[in-house]
């Protein structure tokens, strides 16, 4: 049987004010434990919340920027359920009336499709502490720094029917949220995490299958990981003759094991009900509209701007306009070196490798946006080959100091002295007469092959130093000879 696969996300983005959703105790991430809670994150008797506005404006940006609907009326409601990390016995979120209705997000697939995924809704609550297993030999720490931090959770439909769907969509979210300025989207901190909704279906079926919620995802490889995971899961228990049943899971990204947390609640077992300690949030049109027009520039704009105005490809533009902190790096490189295509290369190819393999931001490079510009002018000014840059790449990287304090250092500079180049040339045909001879007794296709023996030799000569360009001028004039 041929199976379909049906996707949701819901996407909790912790927001980046400066204090907590309904306290003014700090949101710093990495305090001492427990140093960052006070007695209204803990619902001690006699105590009221207070809304952030901050994070009511945040909400209202998020739903801007991807054309929903703005509630003008919402409410806060409290969720109860039991557990150590969450010291009030309920969370404050919003059920029925949240601040952000229906919208849309359009995705770009790598393969050049656009597909258009539907939010149901997003709204805002606060975070819970944080249970601790490792240290404690047995027991569970808790810390609960990270209680009432604001958080806005993004309510797909299932609109999505591959982990790759899935991944473009969380990445796009995480595109919009950090370019708003909203959310640092740190997801090793646990500022953006994901809960994967994930059913099958046979194909052209109508129905949707049951569903089992994988929770706590953070990041997009361990999110197209679990749901791989699970889509075989589920469909080998149907294969089998055997039912899925609606439950939460749990999957571990450095083991790559998943398994079944507890059989999925649903709403009325959280009793939720409006929160007696909280009015509802009224907001009028020129507060919406006052916002809209503050929006920045947000990521699909960026991409066009980048393909109109460094003539770049839809896919090199997509990539770096993606992500603020990427896009404002090769903005800075290109104002430097004024070449787009080398910028771009540069950043989407050594530099993100680099990152990639030393598992960094852009903003922990060691090397800058000035410093990488500076690199490519050498290479546009023939002061150094694209082969020699990625030698002097390695050594900025390693703290050696700029492009011209490497190249004068190391004595990497190109050869480009005609004469020089000449002699070599000269000096490496005349102890090849054998190959010379195979050359000139070749045909036109043969030939080109010969030519990377003689550009080879005489790159070894130089010790890779010699100017390619010049090189392979002057050995085609010597081999008419």
Request: hydrophobic share 35%; proline share 4%.
């Amino acid at each position: 049987m041929e199976w379909e696969t049906v996707i949701g996300l819901e996407v909790h983005v912790q927001l980046a004010t400066k204090s907590k959703i309904f306290s003014g105790s700090s949101t710093a991430f990495g305090a001492e434990p427990n140093t960052q809670a006070n007695a209204v994150d803990l619902a001690m008797p006699g105590t009221l919340p207070v809304p952030n506005e901050q994070a009511l404006r945040y909400a209202i940006m998020f739903g801007l920027a991807i054309d929903a609907e703005i509630n003008q009326r919402s409410i806060f409601d409290r969720k109860n359920y039991f557990y150590p990390d969450s010291p009030k016995g309920y969370q404050t979120t919003q059920m029925d009336e949240p601040i952000v209705g229906p919208g849309i997000v359009e995705v770009q697939m790598p393969n050049g499709d656009s597909k258009s995924i539907r939010i149901h809704h997003a709204h805002l609550e606060e975070d819970a502490g944080k249970s601790l297993h490792e240290d404690f030999h047995g027991s569970t720490g808790i810390d609960l720094n990270r209680a009432g931090t604001p958080l806005i959770e993004i309510v797909s439909e299932p609109d999505m029917r591959t982990s790759e769907e899935a991944v473009e969509f969380a990445k796009k979210l995480h595109a919009i949220v950090t370019s708003l300025g909203i959310s640092d989207g740190h997801m090793s901190q646990g500022s953006m995490r994901f809960d994967v909704n994930v059913s099958v279906r046979p194909k052209g079926q109508g129905e949707y299958g049951t569903r089992t919620e994988t929770k706590n995802l953070n990041s997009f490889k361990f999110m197209e990981e679990a749901i791989a995971l699970e889509v075989e899961r589920q469909i080998d228990v149907l294969e089998d003759g055997g039912s899925i049943y609606q439950e939460t899971r749990l999957y571990n990204g450095e083991t790559k094991v998943a398994r079944s947390m507890r059989s999925k609640e649903e709403a009325n077992d959280y009793r939720y009900f409006p929160c007696p300690d909280l009015l509802p949030i009224i907001i009028d049109s020129p507060y919406i509209e006052a916002i809209r027009s503050s929006l920045p520039e947000l990521p699909d704009t960026r991409r066009s701007r980048f393909v109109d105005k460094y003539r770049l490809s839809s896919y090199d533009a997509s990539i770096l306009s993606s992500d603020k902190s990427t896009a404002e790096y090769f903005e800075t490189v290109f104002n430097v070196c004024k070449d787009a295509k080398l910028a771009a290369n540069w950043v989407m190819g050594e530099l993100t490798a680099k990152l990639n393999s030393e598992s960094l931001s852009i903003h922990e490079s060691p090397i800058s946006a000035d410093n990488l510009g500076k690199l490519i002018e050498r290479i546009i000014d023939h002061t150094i080959s694209g082969k020699i840059a990625k030698q002097v790449f390695e050594s900025i990287w390693n703290g050696e100091g700029n492009a011209d304090v490497v190249i004068e250092a190391k004595g990497l500079k190109q050869v480009s002295d005609s004469s020089e180049l000449e002699s070599m040339v000269e000096d490496v045909m005349s102890k090849n007469p054998d190959q010379v001879a195979n050359y000139h007794n070749a045909d036109d296709v043969k030939r080109k092959k010969m030519i990377g023996f003689f550009v080879g030799q005489i790159m070894k000569v130089s010790k890779g130093q010699a100017n390619p360009g010049m090189v392979n001028k002057i050995l085609m004039q010597k081999l008419k000879d």
